[in-house]
């Protein structure tokens, strides 16, 4: 089958994304349409995932990363509990017990899941988790009396 010619939706999507980091995937979407290419926005966040991984990394198998993290946690000293923003997340499919504590108690602190579906809710509408934040900061700092700009 021969090679079709045309344009790299891989190469635009990344050229748009290192000019514009904090873009969400829609935006990028919606810049790819005015440029006359149909770009998903699913397509989009694996292309954003697959340009994040590291080439050439191997996959521990299951029993292998088990005890490659055990045999961390036993050299490693106690320390206090982690919180959710600032720890990076673990690759998929390890939940700790830790990770579980740490959401228990983030619900119990908003209030309920019921005020955490409301916060999820938020934080859809206002478009992601990054936007999210900024505005957050934007409103701590106007409440600390200082200018945001």
Known sequence: MAKKKGVNKTKKVLEYWNQHPKATAAEVAEAMKKQGLDVKV??????????????????????????KTQAAAAQAPAAAAPTATEKKAEPAGTVTLEHIKAVAQTIKTIG?????????????EVGGLRRFKDLADAITVTESGAIPF
């Open 42 to 67: 699913s397509y989009i966040y694996n292309i954003r995932t697959q340009s994040k991984k590291k080439s050439g990394q191997k996959k521990v198998g299951r029993k292998a990363g088990k005890a």
């Open 112 to 124: 309920g899941f019921g005020r955490l579906n409301e916060l999820l809710s938020l934080i859809r």
